[in-house]
């Protein structure tokens, strides 16, 4: 998806061994602190309905306030986290925060748009997830139906059993299930039936060529169909022009994501958006 591949990062890594050990050292404790200070906050971009362009939901993506290095991106320190197991705390502080401001706009605007939560592969493969995220949702009194938690499909699979079991139990609670980044990893179709997803995200590198190569188009015309097909709401992510907009809008395609209608947002400017409870895409 947008993020850095795993794989040419650690190749950086080995070319500038010494540097990047070094950076990994500071990043690491500097990690740590940060959790301590709370120093993270979150940005939420709206997620519009393709033909009314109607706010259905609105996904939290972490920043880092550093004092010292401005508004860093997740790209950038969510691998060290992960690599760490820093990501745990950080994680549910995240989960933690959104909860609370859902629950915020949830009450003083009376508008139930559910927030979506990334979940990283190590967070779910973690006995204690479920106690967390219903002690959350218990502490902040945001209805389960109000969270949705995004996975990918290799944090799934990298123990599909257990995996299984949280994502059964979780839904049970009411929680949803959306897959982001489709079709970028595995691509394992067998497992979409048996899990309690609710919603499938298109990645961007699809959504990025499908109006330049047909062959992307005709993909992200059957992810939609196959989506449908499962029961499931289809949700293209990284939506930056017009002419993909009419792309999406013919294949049917649910609900949009992108910089087309709006980048992701501080709170109070969500807030604003939350109120008129519409987004127009930006004129071409
Ligand atoms: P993601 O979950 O796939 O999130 C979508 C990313 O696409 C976000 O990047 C968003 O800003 C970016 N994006 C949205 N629309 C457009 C567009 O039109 N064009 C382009 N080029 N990009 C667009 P962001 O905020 O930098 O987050 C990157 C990744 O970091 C996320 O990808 C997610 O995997 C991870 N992440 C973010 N917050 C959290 C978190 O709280 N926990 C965990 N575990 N991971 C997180
Ligand atoms: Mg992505
Ligand atoms: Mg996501
Ligand atoms: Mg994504």
């Known amino acids: 998806g947008v993020k ?6 650690y190749q950086f890594y080995r ?17 740590r602190r940060a959790i301590e200070k709370k120093e993270f ?13 109607r706010v259905v939901g609105v996904e939290a ?3 880092w306030a550093h004092p010292e290095h401005g508004m860093i991106s997740p790209g950038q320190f969510i691998p060290v986290a992960e690599e760490t197991g820093l990501i745990v705390p950080l994680g549910e502080y995240a989960l933690r925060l959104a909860c609370t401001e859902a629950r915020g706009w949830h009450d003083q605007l009376a508008v139930s748009v559910p927030v979506a939560v990334n979940l990283s592969a190590v967070q779910l493969a973690e006995a ?12 902040t009194g945001l209805p389960p139906s109000m969270l949705k938690l995004e996975l990918t499909e290799s944090a799934i699979l990298s123990d599909a059993a257990a995996a299984t079991r949280t994502m059964q139990r979780l839904a049970e609670g009411g929680i949803r299930f959306a897959l982001d980044d489709f079709g970028m990893e595995h691509s394992s179709l067998s497992y979409l039936s048996r899990l309690p997803i609710d919603t499938l995200k298109v990645d961007y590198a699809f ?10 188009a005709a993909l992200v015309q059957a992810i939609i169909s196959m989506t449908h097909s499962l029961g499931m709401v289809a949700i293209a992510e990284g939506v930056e022009r017009s002419d993909q907009l009419f792309y999406l809008q013919a294949y049917g395609c649910d609900a949009l994501q992108g910089f087309l209608f709006s980048r992701p947002l501080p709170l109070a ?5 939350l109120a008129a409870g519409i987004v127009m895409p930006a004129a071409a």
Do not use: C
Not at 15 to 31: C, G, I, Q, S
Not at 41 to 53: E, G, I, K, M
């Open 41 to 53: 906050l979150l940005h939420y971009q709206p997620q519009l309905d393709t033909r009314s362009y």
């Open 15 to 31: 070319a500038e061994m010494t540097k990047a050990a070094v950076f990994r050292w500071n990043m690491e404790a500097d990690l």
């Open 207 to 216: 959504v990025s060529k499908m109006t330049e190569d047909r062959a992307h």
């Open 128 to 139: 204690g997830l479920e106690d967390t995220v219903t002690a959350i949702l218990r502490e």
């Open 61 to 63: 993506l972490l920043r």
């Open 4 to 9: 850095a591949n795993p794989l040419r990062r």
């Open 269 to 273: 400017a969500l807030l604003q958006v």
